[in-house]
Structure formats: structure tokens, C-alpha cells
């Protein structure tokens, strides 16, 4: 039984956390043309390994609401790397709330609805 509805909510949270990190990757580009970055090779590196992390969230958003199980498990994957940075954001001092609850609100809810999305696909029908 496909879930239409389930799969729509956790690739548009999928898609939003992916856009999020475009403009994560546009701000570090402008500061590294305004001169921002003390060492460029590593400022370039975060630029691109943002930008990948970026692609693979769109493409798990496009895969999750195809019904693609590969999509929902890297979806999976990232959530719970989204809930462990959230995490660890409180041991710095200050805490940034806004970071935290950005990060860890989204992660928590894709990773509820990714869940979700799965049991609804595999559930077997009643006989």
C-alpha cells in the first residue's frame, strides 16, 4: 500500500533541508570572494562537499517520492546525521538555539516521515 501523502511530506522536508544547504554553500562562496577564508583549498572543500551533500538530499527528495527504497534509506542516513550535529551543537558554549532547533527539528521530523513512508509501502494487506 503506497502512501502517497507520507512520501510527498518527507521529500518536500528532503528537498527544503537540500536548499538549505545550496544557500549554506552560496553564503561560504561569498565569503570566500569577499576574503573570508584563511586557507582556500579548505574553504573550497567545504564549498564542494556542501554542494554534494546538497545534490544527494535533492536526489533522495526526487527518489522518496518515486517510492525508491535506496532514496528513503539515504534520506534516513542524513536525518540521523542531522539529529547527531543537533546534538552535538549543545555542547558548545553558547549554545546557538537557532542552529540547534533548525537543524534538529527538521531531521527529527524527516526522519519520523521517511519511518512512516516505509511501513506504509510495506505494510501487507489484510486477508
Same mark, same amino acid.
Given at each position: 500500500?503506497?502512501?502517497?501523502?507520507?512520501?510527498?511530506?518527507?521529500?518536500?522536508?528532503?528537498?527544503?533541508?537540500?536548499?538549505a544547504l545550496l544557500v549554506f554553500a552560496l553564503i561560504e562562496l561569498v565569503g570566500?570572494?569577499?576574503?573570508?577564508?584563511?586557507? %582556500?583549498?579548505? #574553504? *573550497? /572543500? !567545504?564549498?564542494? &562537499? $556542501?554542494?554534494?551533500?546538497?545534490?544527494?538530499?535533492?536526489?533522495?527528495?526526487? =527518489?522518496?517520492?518515486?517510492?525508491?527504497?535506496?532514496?528513503?534509506?539515504g534520506g534516513i542516513v542524513f536525518q540521523? %546525521?542531522?539529529? #547527531? *550535529? /543537533? !546534538?552535538?551543537? &549543545? $555542547?558548545?558554549?553558547?549554545?546557538?538555539?537557532?542552529?540547534?532547533?533548525?537543524? =534538529?527539528?527538521?531531521?527529527?521530523?524527516?526522519?519520523?516521515?521517511?519511518?512512516?513512508?516505509?511501513?506504509?509501502?510495506?505494510?501487507?494487506?489484510?486477508?
Amino acid at each position: 500500500m503506497r502512501s502517497p501523502a507520507l512520501a510527498l511530506a518527507a521529500a518536500v522536508v528532503l528537498a527544503a533541508e537540500g536548499a538549505a544547504l545550496l544557500v549554506f554553500a552560496l553564503i561560504e562562496l561569498v565569503g570566500l570572494g569577499a576574503g573570508d577564508a584563511s586557507s %582556500l583549498p579548505t #574553504a *573550497l /572543500a !567545504l564549498i564542494v &562537499l $556542501t554542494l554534494i551533500g546538497a545534490g544527494a538530499l535533492i536526489a533522495f527528495a526526487i =527518489g522518496t517520492r518515486s517510492g525508491h527504497s535506496w532514496a528513503r534509506s539515504g534520506g534516513i542516513v542524513f536525518q540521523v %546525521l542531522g539529529v #547527531a *550535529l /543537533a !546534538l552535538a551543537s &549543545l $555542547t558548545i558554549q553558547p549554545v546557538v538555539w537557532g542552529f540547534t532547533v533548525g537543524v =534538529g527539528i527538521p531531521a527529527v521530523l524527516g526522519f519520523a516521515l521517511l519511518i512512516a513512508t516505509t511501513r506504509a509501502e510495506n505494510e501487507r494487506p489484510a486477508e
